[in-house]
């Protein structure tokens, strides 16, 4: 018996140090957009908020005329609208606002 015990211990230990980790909490903030904006630079859009450090995935197609922004909680919604806005700098369209 005594060797059984020796035997399982190993094991029971690994298993502790392979257990996952607690998972990490998403956030998400959604920007209203201007959907003619939305839709004409999609791309840039898309590669501003994506550069922030902390934004995780960024969708426009989930909602039209809204940016899904998806974040590791170190992004604030002022950030994204500034990135939004600079990207609209040069162009007439309308920029973004969060979405309360």
Do not use: Q
């Not at 502790?16 to 920007?31: C, G, M």
């Not at 959907?35 to 969708?59: D, H, M, Q, W």
């Amino acid at each position: 018996m005594e060797n059984l015990v020796t035997l399982n211990t190993p094991v029971v230990f690994g298993l502790l140090l392979l257990s996952p980790s607690a998972p990490s909490t998403e956030h998400k903030i959604i920007l209203v957009l201007d959907e003619s904006f939305c839709k004409s630079y999609p791309k840039e859009i898309t590669e501003a908020l994506t550069a922030i450090e902390g934004v995780t995935r960024v969708a426009l197609t989930e909602a039209r005329g809204h940016a899904i922004v998806s974040h590791d909680g170190r992004v604030s919604p002022e950030t994204l609208v500034a990135v939004v806005k600079s990207v609209n700098a040069a162009r007439a369209e309308a920029g973004a606002t969060v979405m309360k």
